[in-house]
T-cell receptor, first 121, second 115 residues
Framework: GAVVSQHPSWVICKSGTSVKIECRSLDFQATTMFWYRQFPKQSLMLMATSNEGSKATYEQGVEKDKFLINHASLTLSTLTVTSAHPEDSSFYIC?????????????????FGEGSRLTVL | AQSVTQPDIHITVSEGASLELRCNYSYGATPYLFWYVQSPGQGLQLLLKYFSGDTLVQGIKGFEAEFKRSQSSFNLRKPSVHWSDAAEYFCAVGAHLMSSYKLIFGSGTRLLVRP
């Protein structure tokens, strides 16, 4: 199956600093990537859809200026948490959709990264 | 609106016993349906998926799920649970919404396995 890699897997930062998380599709091109946030013992909440070469689409209630998303290439999307505060501490997971070659059947499956745990002190 | 409901927050079963985790969805068209498993502090692993064809889907680790359109359900089953199956299980529906595609997750069910 397709592989998605996230980096870093965990990061600790001071309040007020910015943190960047990278999401890479290793063996396929992803025109669309998705960023999720997961609080402890809760489900995954979609934050935004990252589109290569265009602006990300944010879900209702997600601050665009707080969570900057850049999808500059077909294999890389980045999430930057700006001016991080303790309430931003969470597990962030990215995923990507592999549409396969033209004409191949789309199963709708997303491939997930390993997640990045952010702790803001 | 599209949604996924997992009515059981947590379930405890004895090792070797059978398991069924419930999942109901709300979506106007035929959905893509998925079950994922997550161990503490880890990412998600796909157990199985349904997108068309046979409504009984076989997955990894001995899991299976059945799509029942009339009940809007996609319950996950395993005939004999192993201690290593203890984890959080998420049901998800893939939906095309206004020319975009989203994967929407249920709230999850935590499985505890008694020795």
């Amino acid at each position: 199956g397709a592989v998605v890699s996230q980096h870093p897997s965990w990061v600790i930062c001071k309040s007020g600093t910015s943190v960047k998380i990278e999401c890479r599709s290793l063996d396929f091109q992803a025109t669309t990537m998705f960023w999720y946030r997961q609080f402890p013992k809760q489900s995954l909440m979609l934050m935004a859809t990252s589109n290569e070469g265009s602006k990300a689409t944010y879900e209702q209630g997600v601050e665009k200026d707080k969570f900057l998303i850049n999808h500059a290439s077909l294999t890389l999307s980045t999430l930057t948490v700006t001016s991080a505060h303790p309430e931003d501490s969470s597990f962030y997971i990215c995923s990507a959709r592999d549409l396969g070659p033209a004409g191949s059947f789309d199963t709708g499956e997303l491939f997930f990264g390993e997640g990045s745990r952010l702790t803001v002190l | 609106a599209q949604s996924v409901t997992q009515p059981d927050i947590h379930i405890t079963v004895s090792e070797g016993a059978s398991l069924e985790l419930r999942c109901n969805y709300s979506y106007g068209a035929t959905p893509y349906l998925f079950w994922y498993v997550q161990s503490p502090g880890q990412g998600l692993q796909l157990l199985l998926k349904y997108f068309s064809g046979d409504t009984l889907v076989q997955g990894i680790k001995g899991f299976e799920a059945e799509f029942k359109r009339s009940q809007s359900s996609f319950n996950l089953r395993k005939p004999s649970v192993h201690w290593s199956d203890a984890a959080e299980y998420f049901c998800a529906v893939g939906a095309h919404l206004m020319s975009s595609y989203k994967l929407i997750f249920g709230s999850g069910t935590r499985l505890l396995v008694r020795p």
